[in-house]
């Protein structure tokens, strides 16, 4: 989650352009105090109730607008909770205002809670994730485009802009469940495992290998970002040996704009090592 103030994206930009690889993800949640956490060991969600949870395209396309190196990406948007033709637009849209820098991250969500609230069912979201991003594609790479399925229909629409990469945009599946996995490799450019502790980890990448072997990929095609519940920097080097080619460090700028320079300074002197 992110405390988006103007002078501190500026402040970030400004340290985030000098690193080798920088990105910024965007985190999404609909909640009730009462929900348990099933990411977090004690069930506890980690931010208080009334935490601004800022919507994660709009967001970034704020940050966008502010940056011109730092990669954007959600992390992850519950795809199922959301109209698959306006995120098909909102995306593109926020890919081409950051020139070609935005990654969407999808997931299904967890928390029956939120579905209710939204008035989307939760049994199926899945198979609901799934056939959004199918018609997203679709919408995407044809214009017109036509697309029939369980959850969505549309005949001969057309959906502009187009995102920039030839008109795809990458996209990468979080979660830890092993049907998470399989729909990274089934569907998606790469696997984001969210609150993954260290000891865990060869094991999910692992699994993420079995699925490639199953369905005739190579696992080199995929980017496998993970955030830790714990772990150090000395952990890197297994960790990149296991497969991981990003490591998402969670976290929120300060309130003080002037204290945002710091803030990137010590994260990148934690865990970036120069190179040898």
Not at 24 to 39: F, I, K, M, N, Q
Not at 74 to 87: F, S
Not at 229 to 257: I, K, M, N
Request: net charge negative; charged share 20%; hydrophobic share 50%.
């Amino acid at each position: 989650m992110y405390t988006l103030l103007l002078r501190p994206f500026r402040e970030i930009h400004a340290l985030t352009t000098t690193l080798t690889y920088a990105w910024l993800r965007s985190l999404t949640r609909l909640r009730g105090p009462a929900v348990e956490d099933p990411y977090s060991a004690d069930g506890r969600i980690a931010v208080p109730a009334d935490a601004d949870w800022l919507d994660p395209l709009l967001a970034l396309t704020f940050a966008a607008a502010v940056t011109s190196g730092i990669e954007l990406a959600t992390g992850v948007l519950l795809l199922p909770e959301h109209n698959p033709v306006l995120v098909a637009k909102q995306a593109a849209t926020l890919d081409v205002l950051s020139a070609g820098r935005f990654s969407l991250g999808a997931g299904v969500g967890w928390s029956a809670e939120e579905f209710a609230a939204l008035g989307v069912p939760f049994a199926g979201r899945g198979r609901r994730a799934e056939e959004y991003l199918a018609a997203m594609r679709a919408l995407w790479a044809a214009d017109p485009a036509s697309y029939a399925g369980e959850f969505t229909r549309f005949d001969a629409i057309r959906v502009n802009p187009k995102p920039l990469r030839g008109g795809r945009l990458p996209v990468v599946v979080g979660g830890n469940s092993d049907a998470a996995l399989r729909r990274a490799v089934t569907l998606a450019d790469g696997w984001y495992g969210f609150n993954v502790p260290v000891a865990d980890v060869a094991a999910r990448i692992a699994v993420l290998a079995d699925e490639c072997a199953r369905h005739g990929r190579a696992f080199d095609e995929l980017t496998v970002a993970v955030a830790l519940s714990d772990g150090t920097p000395e952990h890197l080097p297994a960790l990149g040996a296991a497969g991981v080619t990003e490591l998402v460090v969670v976290g929120a700028p300060p309130p003080a704009p002037d204290a945002a320079a710091t803030w990137v300074a010590e994260l990148a002197r934690t865990w970036i090592r120069p190179a040898e």
